[in-house]
């Protein structure tokens, strides 16, 4: 009698340990799951740092260059402004460039990725033409200028706040 106790109790016991391998292995997978899920977050939240800096700089750029295009006073007193806008626009392409290359190394291609891409080169086109106008009188100025310079701008800005909310909408960071 006391072998069929004792093996009833390692019967027992050894269906507890298996109880407990199996919930333990369980809960391992779902914690490895979670965290990879938290370092895809982190990662994206990165990615969307740099890009909500970007857009920051870019509209200071797009709203000060709107301003000196616009401005009939003298020429040698913009300095100070044309200082601004290479800061915001430095500023701004280092916050792109960071959020870019993260968003390559993470294989994130979408579409928006290609509209900033192609936009990219339309606004650096546009900032020479800029630049150039700025170091010029308003009345030898291109008048044509002003609002294709506001609306490319206002184009790139918007595919950035684009792809910002497709990183934050992405399924896989919510439950």
Not at 7 to 33: E, G, R
Request: glycine share 4%; aromatic share 8%; hydrophobic share 45%.
């Amino acid at each position: 009698m006391l072998f069929s106790i004792r093996k009833s109790l390692s019967i027992v016991l050894l269906i507890l340990t298996a109880l407990y391998a199996i919930s333990a292995t369980i809960n391992t997978m779902s914690a490895i799951s979670e965290y990879r899920r938290a370092l895809k977050i982190h990662y994206n939240n990165i990615i969307a740092d740099a890009l909500f800096d970007a857009v920051q700089h870019y509209g200071f750029e797009r709203g000060r260059v709107n301003v000196v295009l616009r401005d009939a006073g003298p020429v040698s007193q913009m300095e100070s402004n044309r200082i601004f806008i290479r800061q915001q626009r430095d500023a701004g392409d280092d916050a792109l460039k960071n959020a870019m290359d993260r968003i390559k190394m993470a294989g994130l291609f979408t579409p928006e990725v290609d509209r900033i891409t192609s936009q990219w080169t339309a606004v650096q086109y546009l900032r020479a033409d800029g630049d150039r106008e700025c170091s010029i009188p308003l009345a030898e100025r291109t008048k044509e200028l002003v609002p294709r310079w506001f609306e490319t701008m206002t184009s790139f800005i918007n595919s950035i706040e684009t792809l910002l909310e497709a990183l934050s909408s992405d399924e896989d960071n919510f439950d």
